[in-house]
């Protein structure tokens, strides 16, 4: 019967219908009081950043696969510290599950947003001094988070060096503006001189490509241009949209989460099917 019901739950049809939507909305309520796993209730969407916990959970079970006990998540655009707490928060469990611990950092300049650059980071939509950040009480609200806290600019470029971060394996992106998405790529810069700092893949997250008709956000604006413009620029890494959630209804976050293959990593070509084809197939099965 149990089975019956988990084959029920991640049947496709049913995921994307409105008992779906329902048995979703009754676990989320009953998490509280069931030891549901955590897979599960990521799955389930039943914690509160569905999106970020998928991405760490999986990036934590990739670097696991490549031996590493130990990654690094990355906000940029951190402002009042709701989505770094819950990183903070989430790693515990990304703990209990996978045995990998989680550093998390987040990238903000302190003071709200910078001026904007021209027409391309929305400026009819973001302003300057939006977003502000009280440091010292999210300090205290998370102290084991990393806060690199000036214009990214000036901070992105000796990130590596200075603080020499387990490998990167989630980046969460809300900086809003096309230039400053546009800065948080220089990190792939030292993919090739500190390939040790990162994983081959990276799974990450942009808050800024989805909005309302009075954003507008589009492939020639905001997030997708900076996007689209890293990629024409270079060959070692690219940045795309994931295409194993895109059919997935149920999951508000599908279209925002994207992949980033760092090409010329040591250990982008290293196998790690062993084992995990049975798995995936077993997944497939219960999504036909």
């Not at 959970?57 to 990355?74: E, M, P, V």
């Not at 309302?212 to 241009?225: D, P, T």
């Given at each position: 019967m149990k089975s019956l019901i988990s084959k029920l739950l991640y049947m496709r049809?049913?995921?994307?219908?409105?008992?779906?939507?329902?048995?979703?909305?009754?676990?989320?309520?009953?998490?509280?009081?069931?030891?549901?796993?955590?897979?599960?209730?990521?799955?389930?969407?039943?914690?509160?950043?569905?999106?970020?916990?998928?991405?760490?959970?999986?990036?934590?079970?990739?670097?696991?696969?490549?031996?590493?006990?130990?990654?690094?998540?990355?906000?940029f655009g951190v402002a009042g510290g709701n989505g770094l707490a819950y990183m903070c928060d989430f790693a515990k469990d990304v703990k209990a599950v996978t045995g990998?611990?989680?550093?998390?950092?987040?990238?903000?300049?302190?003071?709200?947003?910078?001026?904007?650059?021209?027409?391309?980071?929305?400026?009819?939509?973001?302003?300057?001094?939006?977003?502000?950040?009280?440091?010292?009480?999210?300090?205290?609200?998370?102290?084991e988070a990393k806060l690199i806290i000036g214009d990214i600019r000036e901070t992105i470029g000796d990130f590596i060096e200075t603080h020499q971060p387990a490998p990167i394996g989630a980046v969460f992106n809300d900086t809003d503006y096309h230039s400053s998405t546009r800065e948080t790529f220089r990190i792939y810069d030292k993919?090739?001189?500190?390939?040790?700092?990162?994983?081959?893949?990276?799974?990450?997250?942009?808050?800024?490509?989805?909005?309302?008709?009075?954003?507008?956000?589009?492939?020639?604006?905001?997030?997708?241009?900076?996007?689209?413009?890293?990629?024409?620029?270079?060959?070692?890494?690219?940045?795309?949209?994931?295409q194993n959630l895109i059919h997935q209804d149920h999951l508000p976050y599908r279209h925002q989460i994207y992949y980033g293959h760092l090409f010329e990593h040591p250990d982008y070509n290293r196998y790690i099917g062993a084992g995990r084809q049975e798995i995936l197939e077993d997944l497939l099965k219960l999504s036909a």
């Open positions: 049809e049913f995921r994307n219908s409105l008992a779906g939507a329902a048995t979703r909305q009754l676990i989320r309520s009953t998490s509280g009081w069931y030891n549901y796993s955590v897979d599960f209730k990521v799955d389930m969407l039943a914690v509160e950043r569905p999106h970020y916990a998928w991405c760490m959970l999986n990036a934590a079970r990739l670097g696991q696969l490549l031996g590493h006990d130990r990654i690094s998540t990355i906000e990998v611990t989680v550093d998390c950092y987040g990238f903000d300049t302190g003071a709200g947003m910078p001026p904007p650059e021209g027409p391309y980071d929305l400026p009819f939509w973001f302003a300057a001094k939006q977003y502000k950040m009280d440091q010292d009480a999210l300090q205290k609200r998370v102290p993919v090739t001189t500190h390939p040790q700092h990162f994983l081959p893949r990276s799974f990450m997250y942009f808050d800024d490509v989805l909005g309302s008709e009075l954003e507008m956000y589009g492939a020639h604006n905001g997030q997708l241009r900076a996007i689209s413009e890293f990629n024409d620029s270079q060959d070692a890494v690219r940045i795309h949209r994931n």
